[in-house]
């Protein structure tokens, strides 16, 4: 999953929940790194053999705002 938004503060503290095979799966979107780091935004989910479900994105304080996908 990657998210988009205004800038990487829009996007830090975001949480994503994925529905699959029965289970939710959680990831937080973080920031950081230095100088010359590599750093990778987007936010992987192992799902194995199970289809997707719901996504859910529920953005950080400053955009009280919930967004809901359909797998």
């Known amino acids: 999953v990657r998210l ?14 994925l529905a699959a095979g029965g289970r939710t799966l959680a990831r937080f979107a973080k920031g950081g790194g230095s100088y010359l780091s590599a750093n990778d935004p987007r936010l992987l989910f192992g799902l194995g053999d199970a289809a997707p479900g719901r996504l859910t994105v529920r953005w950080p304080a400053g955009s009280p705002r919930v967004e809901q996908f359909d797998g």
């Open 4 to 17: 988009v938004g205004a800038g990487n503060a829009d996007l830090v503290g975001a949480k994503v929940e």
